[in-house]
Protein backbone atom coordinates (compact mmCIF):
# COMPACT_ATOMS: atom_id res chain seq x y z
CA UNK A 1 0.00 0.00 0.00
CA UNK A 2 2.50 2.29 1.13
CA UNK A 3 4.32 1.39 -2.47
CA UNK A 4 1.39 2.04 -4.84
CA UNK A 5 0.93 5.55 -2.58
CA UNK A 6 4.00 6.67 -3.59
CA UNK A 7 4.13 5.83 -7.08
CA UNK A 8 0.76 7.56 -7.19
CA UNK A 9 2.40 10.41 -5.80
CA UNK A 10 5.83 10.29 -7.66
CA UNK A 11 3.46 9.52 -10.99
CA UNK A 12 1.63 12.87 -10.50
CA UNK A 13 4.61 14.72 -9.76
CA UNK A 14 6.21 13.54 -13.11
CA UNK A 15 3.27 14.19 -15.12
CA UNK A 16 2.90 18.06 -13.78
CA UNK A 17 6.50 18.79 -14.04
CA UNK A 18 5.95 17.43 -17.82
CA UNK A 19 2.77 19.28 -18.51
CA UNK A 20 3.97 22.84 -17.06
CA UNK A 21 7.42 22.89 -17.91
CA UNK A 22 6.33 25.91 -20.35
CA UNK A 23 4.44 27.59 -17.56
CA UNK A 24 4.64 31.39 -16.70
CA UNK A 25 3.27 32.62 -13.49
CA UNK A 26 1.31 36.26 -13.68
CA UNK A 27 -0.09 38.00 -10.32
CA UNK A 28 -3.69 38.94 -10.99
CA UNK A 29 -4.27 40.11 -7.34
CA UNK A 30 -1.83 40.65 -4.53
CA UNK A 31 -3.06 42.35 -1.45
CA UNK A 32 -1.93 40.91 1.97
CA UNK A 33 -4.12 37.55 2.12
CA UNK A 34 -5.80 37.95 -1.14
CA UNK A 35 -3.93 36.75 -3.81
CA UNK A 36 -4.46 35.30 -7.63
CA UNK A 37 -1.85 33.54 -9.10
CA UNK A 38 -2.29 32.48 -12.72
CA UNK A 39 -0.03 29.56 -14.09
CA UNK A 40 0.00 28.86 -17.23
CA UNK A 41 2.23 28.94 -21.17
CA UNK A 42 2.24 31.87 -23.57
CA UNK A 43 -0.55 31.04 -26.90
CA UNK A 44 -1.87 27.78 -24.82
CA UNK A 45 -4.92 27.02 -22.01
CA UNK A 46 -3.68 23.79 -21.51
CA UNK A 47 -2.78 22.41 -17.81
CA UNK A 48 -2.95 26.13 -16.71
CA UNK A 49 -4.27 26.97 -13.16
CA UNK A 50 -5.27 29.68 -10.73
CA UNK A 51 -4.20 29.68 -7.15
CA UNK A 52 -6.84 32.08 -4.85
CA UNK A 53 -6.16 32.68 -1.43
CA UNK A 54 -8.32 34.88 0.86
CA UNK A 55 -8.50 34.95 5.00
CA UNK A 56 -8.52 31.38 5.95
CA UNK A 57 -9.03 30.16 2.45
CA UNK A 58 -7.07 28.65 -0.73
CA UNK A 59 -9.02 27.57 -3.71
CA UNK A 60 -6.95 25.83 -6.71
CA UNK A 61 -8.98 25.56 -10.52
CA UNK A 62 -7.63 24.68 -13.87
CA UNK A 63 -8.15 21.46 -16.29
CA UNK A 64 -7.34 18.95 -13.65
CA UNK A 65 -10.07 20.18 -11.47
CA UNK A 66 -10.72 22.59 -8.65
CA UNK A 67 -10.12 22.41 -5.03
CA UNK A 68 -11.11 24.46 -1.81
CA UNK A 69 -9.25 24.33 1.27
CA UNK A 70 -9.51 26.04 4.64
CA UNK A 71 -7.03 25.65 7.48
CA UNK A 72 -5.47 28.77 8.77
CA UNK A 73 -5.54 32.60 7.98
CA UNK A 74 -2.39 32.72 6.08
CA UNK A 75 -3.02 29.38 3.37
CA UNK A 76 0.12 29.49 1.68
CA UNK A 77 1.73 29.01 5.26
CA UNK A 78 0.14 26.34 5.77
CA UNK A 79 0.83 24.38 2.27
CA UNK A 80 4.74 25.62 3.17
CA UNK A 81 4.68 23.46 6.67
CA UNK A 82 5.18 20.27 4.25
CA UNK A 83 8.75 21.30 3.48
CA UNK A 84 8.30 20.86 -0.04
CA UNK A 85 6.62 17.62 -0.36
CA UNK A 86 2.44 17.02 -0.63
CA UNK A 87 0.79 15.65 2.42
CA UNK A 88 -2.44 14.17 0.76
CA UNK A 89 -3.90 12.44 3.71
CA UNK A 90 -3.88 15.50 6.01
CA UNK A 91 -4.49 18.11 3.16
CA UNK A 92 -7.43 16.12 2.42
CA UNK A 93 -8.75 16.67 5.94
CA UNK A 94 -8.71 20.54 5.20
CA UNK A 95 -10.94 20.01 1.94
CA UNK A 96 -13.65 22.64 1.89
CA UNK A 97 -15.19 21.67 -1.85
CA UNK A 98 -13.91 19.43 -4.38
CA UNK A 99 -14.07 19.02 -8.19
CA UNK A 100 -17.61 16.81 -8.93
CA UNK A 101 -15.78 14.90 -11.97
CA UNK A 102 -12.49 14.47 -9.95
CA UNK A 103 -13.50 13.98 -6.24
CA UNK A 104 -10.09 14.00 -3.82
CA UNK A 105 -10.49 9.50 -3.60
CA UNK A 106 -11.60 7.28 -6.36
CA UNK A 107 -12.82 3.76 -7.11
CA UNK A 108 -9.15 2.35 -7.74
CA UNK A 109 -9.09 -0.85 -9.69
CA UNK A 110 -5.33 -1.89 -8.35
CA UNK A 111 -6.97 -2.29 -4.45
CA UNK A 112 -9.95 -4.58 -5.60
CA UNK A 113 -7.19 -6.85 -7.26
CA UNK A 114 -5.16 -6.61 -3.80
CA UNK A 115 -8.17 -7.88 -2.20
CA UNK A 116 -9.08 -10.36 -4.49
CA UNK A 117 -5.48 -12.28 -5.19
CA UNK A 118 -4.74 -11.88 -0.94
CA UNK A 119 -7.94 -13.44 -0.03
CA UNK A 120 -8.03 -16.10 -2.38
CA UNK A 121 -4.25 -16.76 -1.73
CA UNK A 122 -4.58 -17.22 2.07
CA UNK A 123 -7.64 -19.66 1.44
CA UNK A 124 -6.05 -21.55 -1.04
CA UNK A 125 -4.82 -24.62 0.79
CA UNK A 126 -8.26 -25.25 1.89
CA UNK A 127 -9.47 -25.99 -1.64
CA UNK A 128 -10.33 -28.70 -3.38
CA UNK A 129 -9.06 -27.61 -6.43
CA UNK A 130 -7.68 -24.15 -6.25
CA UNK A 131 -6.42 -23.98 -9.87
CA UNK A 132 -10.01 -24.17 -11.26
CA UNK A 133 -11.35 -21.29 -8.57
CA UNK A 134 -8.39 -18.74 -9.70
CA UNK A 135 -9.47 -19.84 -13.31
CA UNK A 136 -13.36 -18.44 -12.56
CA UNK A 137 -11.84 -15.22 -10.21
CA UNK A 138 -10.10 -14.26 -13.12
CA UNK A 139 -12.30 -14.89 -15.50
CA UNK A 140 -15.74 -14.01 -14.02
CA UNK A 141 -14.16 -10.84 -11.34
CA UNK A 142 -11.10 -9.25 -12.43
CA UNK A 143 -11.37 -9.74 -16.15
CA UNK A 144 -14.93 -8.04 -16.03
CA UNK A 145 -14.39 -6.12 -13.09
CA UNK A 146 -10.71 -5.45 -12.13
CA UNK A 147 -10.84 -2.68 -15.29
CA UNK A 148 -14.22 -1.35 -14.64
CA UNK A 149 -14.52 2.27 -12.78
CA UNK A 150 -17.78 1.26 -10.96
CA UNK A 151 -16.93 0.30 -7.15
CA UNK A 152 -20.55 -0.87 -6.07
CA UNK A 153 -20.68 -2.80 -9.25
CA UNK A 154 -17.05 -4.73 -8.59
CA UNK A 155 -18.35 -5.06 -4.82
CA UNK A 156 -21.74 -6.74 -5.55
CA UNK A 157 -19.52 -9.10 -8.21
CA UNK A 158 -17.50 -9.83 -5.09
CA UNK A 159 -19.95 -10.94 -2.77
CA UNK A 160 -21.98 -13.21 -5.04
CA UNK A 161 -18.85 -14.69 -6.28
CA UNK A 162 -18.76 -18.29 -5.09
CA UNK A 163 -17.19 -21.25 -6.60
CA UNK A 164 -15.50 -24.44 -5.81
CA UNK A 165 -16.31 -24.20 -1.90
CA UNK A 166 -14.69 -20.45 -1.82
CA UNK A 167 -16.75 -17.32 -1.56
CA UNK A 168 -14.98 -13.65 -0.29
CA UNK A 169 -15.96 -12.35 3.12
CA UNK A 170 -16.44 -9.10 4.44
CA UNK A 171 -16.35 -7.60 1.26
CA UNK A 172 -17.89 -4.31 2.04
CA UNK A 173 -15.50 -3.45 4.94
CA UNK A 174 -12.92 -3.65 1.73
CA UNK A 175 -11.60 0.01 1.06
CA UNK A 176 -11.67 0.62 -2.37
CA UNK A 177 -10.28 3.93 -2.73
CA UNK A 178 -7.43 5.91 -3.05
CA UNK A 179 -6.56 9.61 -3.82
CA UNK A 180 -7.31 10.44 -7.30
CA UNK A 181 -4.40 11.60 -9.71
CA UNK A 182 -6.05 14.85 -10.18
CA UNK A 183 -6.04 15.60 -6.39
CA UNK A 184 -2.61 14.92 -6.35
CA UNK A 185 -1.59 17.16 -9.47
CA UNK A 186 -3.15 19.50 -8.05
CA UNK A 187 -1.72 19.39 -4.09
CA UNK A 188 1.76 19.12 -6.55
CA UNK A 189 0.88 22.68 -8.55
CA UNK A 190 0.03 24.59 -5.23
CA UNK A 191 3.69 23.92 -3.67
CA UNK A 192 5.51 24.46 -6.84
CA UNK A 193 2.92 27.56 -6.98
CA UNK A 194 3.55 29.00 -4.02
CA UNK A 195 7.29 28.13 -4.74
CA UNK A 196 7.64 30.30 -7.77
CA UNK A 197 5.75 33.27 -6.13
CA UNK A 198 7.90 32.79 -3.28
CA UNK A 199 11.18 33.27 -5.63
CA UNK A 200 9.02 36.07 -7.48
CA UNK A 201 8.76 38.25 -4.10
CA UNK A 202 11.86 37.46 -2.94
CA UNK A 203 14.01 38.60 -5.89
CA UNK A 204 11.29 41.87 -6.62
CA UNK A 205 12.78 42.44 -2.86
CA UNK A 206 15.76 42.37 -3.42
CA UNK A 207 15.34 44.68 -6.40
CA UNK A 208 14.00 47.12 -4.24
CA UNK A 209 16.14 47.28 -1.58
CA UNK A 210 19.07 47.73 -4.33
CA UNK A 211 17.29 50.75 -6.36
CA UNK A 212 16.84 52.38 -2.83
CA UNK A 213 20.70 51.80 -1.90
Known amino acids: MVTRKRNAEEHALTMFKIDTSDHVM ?12 RFRAPGTGMYWYDIITAPGQLTIRGDMGT ?11 FFENSGGRINPQYWAEKLQAQDVNS ?4 YSKDIFVQHVLEEF ?7 DNP ?13 EYGPAGDMSLAITAAMEFSHGGFTFYDVTDWRLTAY ?34
Open 131 to 143: ADVWREIREELLD
Open 121 to 127: WNSRENL
Open 67 to 77: YVFSRSEDMLA
Open 26 to 37: EIALDQGLYRHL
Open 180 to 213: SHHFLYCLHAIVDGIRRYREHTASLSLQLAGAAA
Open 103 to 106: PARE
